[in-house]
Structures are given as C-alpha cells and as structure tokens.
C-alpha cells in the first residue's frame, strides 16, 4: 500500500455539534506521523473513527487497505493501540499480559511463546515476567504496552499520548522503539501534548476545530509561520480555536 490511511471528507457529527469535520488525510505506510491538537479540537473522536470504534457520519476512509465503512472488522484485525490510560492489566503478571492480548489479536499458542520469548529478551525483562505489571516502573510499563501492541505485526499502530508522565531518558527510548518499528515498514499514528515530540515525526497535522488547520514536515511547517520550534507553531494555530470540548 502507498497509503495505509487515507480520508475523503471524514466528519463525524453528534447532533448539531460536528466533533471532526471533513477530516482530509492521507498518511504513508512506514510513515510516522504526529497527530496534534489541543484538547477539545476533534483528534480522539477522529482517531476513534480510524480505528472502527465509531461510525462516521459522512466521507469516506481507508485504513489498512480496508473500507472504514465497510470492512470495519478487517481494520481491528489490522491495526495496534496503545492508550496513555489503559493499555495493560495491573492484576495480570508481564507473560499473563503478553499471552492475554496476543490471543485477542489472533496468534496460536505457538507464535505467543515465540514472540513472548522475543518480546522479554528485547525489553530485558525476563526477570520479570512473573511480575504482576502494577509493580512495574511506569517506563517499563509503557515500553512493555508498545510492544504488545505491535505483537501481531499490525500494517498500523495507533498511540495515544504514550509518553505521557514518563522521564525524559524513558522518552528518548520509547521512540527509539518507534523509530525501529517505522523502518521495518509499519506505519505510526501517534498523538501527543510534548512539541519537542512532534520534531520526532516525518509529517505532522494540527487539528483545530474539528479540522486540519497544518499539515507538512515539522520544518515546513516551522518554515511557514517563521518560527524556530513546533510549540510555537502549536501556539500560533491553537489560540484560533473556538471551541473548548469535543
């Protein structure tokens, strides 16, 4: 695929109140793309809508090479997510983790103890794996979430504000991992509230109001409103928004 996502006019509407409106992105397979807005400006309904939770309610997508109307199930199959505030069981141990998800995701008993085996030596936590994950430092925990949710090799991980509350050294490393996964072609569809993050992204889009209001390479788009960091980019298009919630 050239496009693992591609949008036509996506808008979803809850009453009288449209959170996105006619969404118009196109995202490249192998691609790391930053997904930015501030609270309130549609990303989360949006990235609700890419991944087949919620129906839109006019346009038309593509993700994974399914029909986002029509192949809604097919997508899930396809894609990984990892949420900031749910992403691991606490009560479950790192293998009861690993074998609980990789089952969701379709793998037989077979491929779980070869990716579990793979997924502990890469993390250096095969000391741990009968650790129950609430005891794990929450650097560990993210790291551990990243790769459960990549563990059936999806076309697409979608990551929701995954560095949020981790140390600055545990940052750097988390997108390493990210790093290493775009160049073995899967495609990265993160959002996060850290600027110097979205320096990181090959393509960067901010959304305000329900809608793209900046799409391009963090240095085209710093180039385009002459300044020297994509906060200040940030800055410049959120305080134009409208609107509080959505």
């Keep these: 695929m050239e496009y693992s996502i591609k949008t036509e006019n996506l808008t979803k509407q809850f009453g009288s109140f449209k959170a996105v409106d006619n969404l118009n992105i196109e995202v490249k397979s192998g691609e790391i793309f930053g997904f930015l ?3 309130g400006a549609g990303k989360t309904t949006a990235m609700k809508m890419l991944c087949g939770l919620i129906t839109p309610s006019d346009g038309q997508a593509t993700v994974a090479g399914f029909d986002l109307l029509k192949n809604p199930d097919s997508i899930k199959r396809h894609i990984g997510y990892m949420s900031q505030k749910f992403s691991l069981y606490d009560d479950l141990t790192v293998t009861e983790n690993i074998t609980f998800f990789a089952g969701i ?3 037989n008993r077979k491929e779980i103890r070869m990716k579990e085996d793979q997924l502990l030596t890469r993390l250096q936590m095969v000391e741990s794996k009968t650790t129950l994950v609430r005891s794990l430092p929450l650097g560990w925990k993210q790291k551990l979430a990243f790769s459960i949710a990549i563990i059936h090799s ?3 991980v979608f990551l929701d504000e995954p560095t949020g509350g981790v140390d600055p050294i545990t940052r750097r490393q988390f997108w390493q991992m990210i790093y290493e ?3 073995a072609g899967m495609t990265v569809f993160v959002t996060t509230h850290y600027m110097d993050e979205a320096e990181y992204c090959d393509r960067v889009s901010i959304m305000v109001d329900g809608g793209i209001s900046a799409l ?3 240095s085209e ?3 385009r409103y002459g300044v020297s960091d994509m906060q200040n980019v940030f800055y410049q298009l ?3 928004a409208k609107r509080i919630s959505a």
């Design 37 to 39: 807005g501030a609270n």
């Design 105 to 107: 995701y379709g793998l």
């Design 154 to 156: 999806p076309a697409i």
């Design 181 to 183: 996964t775009a160049a």
């Design 216 to 218: 391009g390479t963090p």
């Design 221 to 223: 788009l710093k180039d």
């Design 238 to 240: 959120a305080r134009t």
